[in-house]
T-cell receptor, first 113, second 114 residues
Framework: ETGVTQTPRHLVMGMTNKKSLKCEQH?????MYWYKQSAKKPLELMFV???????ENNSVPSRFSPECPNSSHLFLHLHTLQPEDSALYLC????????????FGQGTRLTVV | AQKITQTQPGMFVQEKEAVTLDCTYD???????LFWYKQPSSGEMIFLIY??????QNATEGRYSLNFQKARKSANLVISASQLGDSAMYFC???????????FGPGTRLSVLP
């Protein structure tokens, strides 16, 4: 496989559930990102990892918990979410320290019921 | 802080015609890159074209070209010979050279009419 792969593509969860989103990149990049895209809103940067170290946390509620076990994998653990957390969650990777573009996965469309 | 503005929430264009999508930016960085992405209804963000702040030539990639005016801080995307498959959201983004964070604009929804 090449590129950035996200699983699952669609997820419906209740407010008391715990679930995880997975992102995997096979591009050899050193930076990985989580973005949230809500309807009619700009992309919101949630977390950035550079060489497995979290370098950015944009005031994201603690019900979202990222994990980056290595430079190829990124998880977003979800628990006790709210209906307003329903959105498209996009993972991206890039080679930080260069001028290259970011590569995105296809996203996970999350619905909280 | 960096900021991207896209003032056109939606645009319509007739098939086979050209269309310009506007993007202005604000940054105090001297060296940066500007990127355009396309997002079809499937959700994936597809990279289209890149312009470096020190590039003297406007970037071109097939039917996509970038009208870069550094003094005006604008980086408009021009799509020539529009196709029905060009209907999508288009996002302008920037990143400081050798940095890590990308800043995105709110996007423009392009609809190509048959």
């Amino acid at each position: 496989e090449t590129g950035v792969t996200q699983t699952p593509r669609h997820l419906v969860m209740g407010m008391t559930n715990k679930k995880s989103l997975k992102c995997e990149q096979h591009l050899g990049h050193n930076a990985m990102y989580w973005y949230k895209q809500s309807a009619k809103k700009p992309l919101e940067l949630m977390f950035v990892y550079n060489f497995k170290e979290q370098t950015e946390n944009n005031s994201v509620p603690s019900r979202f918990s990222p994990e980056c076990p290595n430079s190829s994998h990124l998880f977003l653990h979800l628990h006790t979410l709210q209906p307003e957390d329903s959105a498209l969650y996009l993972c991206a990777s890039s080679q930080a320290g260069t001028r290259e573009e970011a590569f995105f996965g296809q996203g996970t469309r999350l619905t909280v019921v | 802080a960096q900021k991207i503005t896209q003032t056109q929430p939606g645009m319509f264009v007739q098939e086979k015609e050209a269309v310009t999508l506007d993007c202005t930016y604000d940054t105090s960085d001297q060296s940066y890159g500007l990127f355009w992405y396309k997002q079809p209804s499937s959700g994936e963000m597809i990279f289209l074209i890149y312009q470096g702040s020190y590039d003297e030539q406007n970037a071109t990639e097939g039917r996509y070209s970038l009208n870069f005016q550094k003094a005006r801080k604008s980086a408009n995307l021009v799509i020539s010979a529009s196709q029905l498959g060009d209907s999508a959201m288009y996002f302008c983004a920037m990143r400081e050279d050798y940095g890590q964070n990308f800043v995105f604009g709110p996007g423009t929804r392009l609809s190509v009419l048959p």
